[in-house]
Structure formats: C-alpha cells, structure tokens
C-alpha cells in the first residue's frame, strides 16, 4: 500500500485528502496550518483540512514553521513514498520533499506557467481571464516551478468570483489527481518541463491591492470586487470612512465622468462612475457596519450620500 503525506489547509484542500482516503491510499499523516483565532471573541479554531483529517480518524502535526522542526524530523522518519499537497500555505524543505520514493506532486490552481505563487484564482479573476484550471506538477524547491504532469482548464463567467472558482477548483483538482494518482504510483505518468517565457506569479494579496482604483474602467473593478470577493474583500474610502464593496455589476463601459463620484442615487440604486463606465454597487460594508445590500443601505444611510459625491 502507497505511504502518503497529506499537506493542505483551506477547504480547496480537503475533497482531495478525502479522496485520497476513499480510494484507500494508506496516509500516514496530515500536515497543516495551526489553529488560528477567529472572529471577534478571537476562538482558537482549527483549519478545514484538520477537521476533517481527525473526522477520518488521520494524525496531524501542525508546525508554526515546518523548516527546521521537531515536526519535520518526525514526518521524514514516516518514509513515505508519496507526500501530496494542495494549498498549504508554507515551503516545504528539500529535506521532506527528498524523501519519498515517488518524489513529491502539488496540486496547483492554475494552468502552468501563468500564475505560480500563493493567489492563482484571485489573480486570474481580477486580470480577467476567461478560464482557469488546476495543474498537478513535481515539486521542487523553486516555486511552483516543478515539472507539469496533468492539465485540466474551466471557464470563469461573469458570475464567478474567487469562492465560486475555488469550490469548482477543488473538485477539479480532486478528480485530476484521482485519474493521474495511478500512473504516478506506477512510475508510467509523463511530466514536462514549463515554459520559462510563459510564467506569471500570483503573490498573496496584500492591503494595498485590496483597494479600489475607480481610474480604471468599469470591468476591471468589476472583476478586481469579484477576484477579492468573498475573502479579502475589495474596499474604498468616502469621507474618510473606508467602505468595503462585496458586489457589483457593469451599467455602463463607455461613460466617461469623474472616477469615483456617485453617478446615480435612487432608492434602489448606486451608480459609480469609473474611469470608462459605470458600476452599479449591489453589496457594500460601511465602517462599523453590518454587509447588507444597496436597497437596505439607501433606506439606513441614503440621506448622506448624494449624486457627485465621491470614493476615493
């Protein structure tokens, strides 16, 4: 029976180890991230892939840092002959990833070259590609820059944003993975190098990214609100307060106006004038406020806004 290491953390991950344990692959241990406080009350809470390791009945280890700890010498110690990962958010030293008889694989959420690095869905939505896909690829130190051993792509629509492309991501990594494992074991898989000319990165989204340009036109902050929607969430300014924007939709994308001023205020409605276009806002967070939808917002709050106004 095939030892693996399971490594992954967000719940892209855990259709993948649960295959992996219905198919009947023998994982000797599950590597994670460490609980994180969550929430206001800050509640210490396990990562999706531990709950549903400990639902399977797996070991765990979760390092701060895997690099030089008591965790990495216990995990080589496993033998395995195959460590699998899937987002799991830390490097993993060339000592684990020597280890194992079958070398090591990723499943990575992009297709290959374009977009190695920590955020290949949200980047390939904000740069408003028209499809993604998942590649399942050697590892090796450098990142993400492993051999390519299967491809799989699926259209983004307009209706997609970050959460829709990860759950089908997920499944699609899954049944990937499922089909390739065979060969991968078996030592009969082909593997080809990338396109060195082709690679794009990805890095995890930082603050300043999150923030609204309404200098661009009105699709690329269309897809920049859905590419952070539904997590980290795109914001702007009014009046000094920031306002976190979780939705909107395309009205207009050839007005031409001051980018950021309120083009329109109805009862149920928000138009905002962009650098060539106009959104319409459907779903926003002012500063100490709950989420709630533009008509709710109106109704609360629509007295202090007023056409011309601005984002900033």
Same mark, same amino acid.
């Given at each position: 029976?095939?030892?693996?290491?399971?490594?992954?953390?967000?719940?892209?991950?855990?259709?993948?180890?649960?295959?992996?344990?219905?198919?009947?692959?023998?994982?000797?241990?599950?590597?994670?991230?460490?609980?994180?406080?969550?929430?206001?009350?800050?509640?210490?809470?396990?990562?999706?892939?531990?709950?549903?390791? %400990?639902?399977?009945? &797996? =070991?765990?280890?979760?390092?701060?840092?895997?690099?030089?700890?008591?965790?990495?010498?216990?995990? /080589?110690?496993?033998?395995? *002959?195959?460590?699998?990962?899937?987002?799991?958010?830390?490097?993993? =030293?060339?000592?684990?990833?020597?280890?194992?008889?079958?070398?090591?694989?990723?499943?990575?959420?992009?297709?290959?070259?374009?977009? #190695?690095?920590?955020?290949?869905?949200?980047?390939?939505?904000?740069?408003?590609?028209?499809?993604?896909?998942?590649?399942?690829?050697?590892?090796?130190?450098?990142?993400?820059?492993?051999?390519?051993?299967?491809?799989?792509?699926?259209?983004?629509?307009?209706?997609?944003?970050?959460?829709?492309?990860?759950?089908?991501?997920?499944?699609?990594?899954?049944?990937?993975?499922?089909?390739?494992?065979?060969?991968?074991? !078996?030592?009969?898989?082909?593997?080809?190098?990338? *396109?060195?000319?082709?690679?794009?990165?990805?890095?995890?989204?930082?603050?300043?990214?999150?923030?609204? !340009?309404?200098?661009?036109?009105? #699709?690329?902050?269309?897809?920049?609100?859905? +590419?952070?929607? =539904?997590?980290?969430?795109?914001?702007?300014?009014? *009046?000094? !307060?920031?306002? $976190?924007?979780?939705?909107?939709?395309? @009205?207009?994308?050839?007005?031409?106006?001051?980018?950021?001023?309120?083009? $329109? &205020?109805?009862?149920?409605? %928000?138009?905002?004038?962009?650098?060539?276009?106009? %959104?319409?806002?459907?779903? &926003?967070?002012?500063? +100490?406020?709950?989420? @709630?939808? @533009?008509?709710?917002? /109106?109704?609360?709050?629509?007295?202090?806004?007023? @056409?011309?106004?601005?984002?900033?």
């Amino acid at each position: 029976m095939t030892k693996i290491i399971f490594m992954g953390t967000p719940p892209f991950s855990v259709p993948i180890l649960t295959m992996l344990h219905e198919e009947g692959y023998d994982i000797v241990g599950v590597v994670t991230q460490p609980d994180r406080p969550v929430g206001r009350k800050r509640v210490m809470t396990p990562t999706p892939v531990k709950e549903e390791a %400990l639902r399977l009945g &797996l =070991p765990v280890y979760q390092p701060n840092r895997l690099a030089q700890s008591e965790e990495l010498e216990q995990l /080589i110690a496993l033998q395995p *002959d195959l460590i699998v990962t899937a987002a799991y958010g830390q490097i993993v =030293p060339n000592e684990l990833l020597d280890v194992p008889r079958l070398r090591s694989v990723n499943v990575h959420a992009s297709l290959l070259p374009k977009y #190695r690095g920590g955020a290949p869905i949200h980047q390939a939505i904000i740069d408003g590609e028209k499809e993604t896909g998942v590649t399942i690829m050697y590892m090796e130190e450098k990142l993400d820059a492993g051999n390519m051993i299967a491809k799989r792509a699926i259209p983004i629509t307009d209706e997609d944003d970050t959460g829709t492309m990860f759950d089908k991501l997920s499944l699609v990594g899954r049944d990937l993975l499922k089909e390739t494992m065979p060969a991968i074991i !078996d030592g009969t898989n082909d593997s080809i190098p990338q *396109d060195e000319s082709l690679v794009t990165f990805a890095s995890n989204i930082t603050r300043e990214q999150e923030r609204i !340009d309404w200098n661009k036109s009105a #699709r690329q902050i269309f897809n920049h609100v859905r +590419g952070l929607h =539904p997590w980290p969430v795109a914001y702007t300014t009014f *009046d000094g !307060d920031n306002v $976190k924007i979780y939705r909107t939709s395309i @009205v207009d994308e050839t007005s031409k106006g001051t980018p950021g001023a309120i083009a $329109k &205020l109805s009862k149920n409605e %928000l138009f905002v004038q962009t650098g060539e276009g106009t %959104l319409s806002i459907l779903q &926003l967070q002012p500063a +100490g406020k709950k989420k @709630v939808d @533009v008509v709710s917002f /109106i109704n609360g709050n629509g007295d202090k806004w007023k @056409v011309g106004d601005r984002f900033e």
